[in-house]
């Protein structure tokens, strides 16, 4: 089976867990929030690159007030799905000292990776570090993992591999239209 038509598969195996208005309706209620708590700090948007770009991308238009934006590209993944030791492949390049900083991410998952991250903030000397998931997996973390976002659009109550919205599987379905939980079958 070629990779379209393997991907293609996938997707009609997955079981839709929130719909692209679900989503969208989400993304309003949490950009409210957003804008109550961060609207009067001039922060800096920090998008974790690949998952984070969509949220990202989502959230901007529904944010109107002073922001800077900038990338990081720290992952676990590197298209497999599950997570290994963390490699930084991009740091910001906004000067992060005395700011106020957004990490914004596609999922809460173990929290490994967003917690490297608020770290790396720190270690900058942010004035705070806030973060932001579309989808919290609200599962048992390990301790050096970050607990709970600031912010979470969505959320799942399982350990359940998902895609869609900047979520990705094995790489592709960042673009699904709406979050789904991939069929047992497809998870290897």
């Not at 800096?44 to 690949?50: A, G, S």
């Not at 912010?151 to 979050?179: C, M, Q, W």
Request: net charge negative.
């Amino acid at each position: 089976m070629t990779i379209p038509n393997k991907i293609r598969q996938v997707l009609k195996n997955a079981t839709c867990l929130y719909t692209k208005q679900q989503v969208e309706s989400a993304l309003d209620h949490i950009a409210v929030e957003i804008h109550n708590e961060l609207s009067e700090l001039n922060p800096v948007l920090l998008t974790v690159l690949k998952g984070g770009m969509v949220l990202t991308g989502n959230l901007l238009p529904r944010l109107d007030f002073p922001l800077e934006i900038d990338n990081v590209y720290a992952t676990r993944y590197q298209g497999a799905l599950s997570g290994s030791e963390l490699i930084w492949k991009y740091e910001p390049l906004i000067n992060l000292k005395d700011r106020v900083v957004l990490i914004v991410d596609d999922i809460l998952d173990l929290g490994i990776t967003l917690q490297s991250i608020t770290d790396y903030c720190n270690s900058k000397q942010c004035v705070k570090v806030y973060t932001a998931v579309l989808l919290d997996k609200i599962i048992e973390r390990p301790k050096h993992g970050l607990q709970k976002a600031n912010f979470a659009a969505l959320s799942i109550t399982h350990d359940a591999y998902v895609f869609g919205y900047g979520l990705d599987y094995k790489e592709y379905l960042r673009n699904a239209p709406g979050i789904y939980e991939t069929a047992e079958e497809d998870r290897n």
